[in-house]
């Protein structure tokens, strides 16, 4: 059984940093695309950024280029996400997923594209 765990949100001020971890049990982490979305009160849930089960190739929504930064460490398991410069518009509750499907990340950018889910992990950020 797969399972996803989210960690490292919290409330952080304006232009702060932060980095979220999501831990992997239960299959082949390596051989899995890997994901980060979020979810802000009120919206439907969106794809930040896609990292593919080498590592070698990665997607980044628009909102976050340049700020953020996901990364993978497939002998421990574990997917980052780096946020750096957090904006007002980051506040979320932040998502990673996983799937088998080993097409492009700039292919695996919408919701159902990933079969495997953590239960979130809250970012606020204080202006």
């Known amino acids: 059984q797969v399972q996803l765990e989210e960690s490292g949100g919290g409330l952080v001020q304006a232009g702060d940093s932060l980095k979220l971890s999501c831990t992997a049990s239960g299959y082949a982490f390596k051989s899995n695309t890997k994901a980060w979305f979020r979810q802000a009160p009120g919206k439907e849930r969106e794809v930040v950024a896609v990292i593919s089960y080498t590592g070698s190739s990665t997607y980044y929504a628009d909102a976050v280029k340049g700020r953020f930064t996901i990364s993978r460490n497939n002998d421990q398991n574990i997917l980052y996400l780096q946020r750096n410069k957090l904006t007002p518009e980051d506040p979320a509750v932040y998502y990673c997923?996983?799937?088998?499907?080993?097409?492009?990340?700039?292919?695996?950018?919408?919701?159902?594209?990933?079969?495997?889910w953590g239960p979130g992990s809250q970012v606020t950020v204080s202006s």
């Open positions: 997923a996983a799937d088998t499907n080993r097409l492009p990340p700039t292919l695996l950018t919408t919701v159902p594209s990933f079969e495997s």
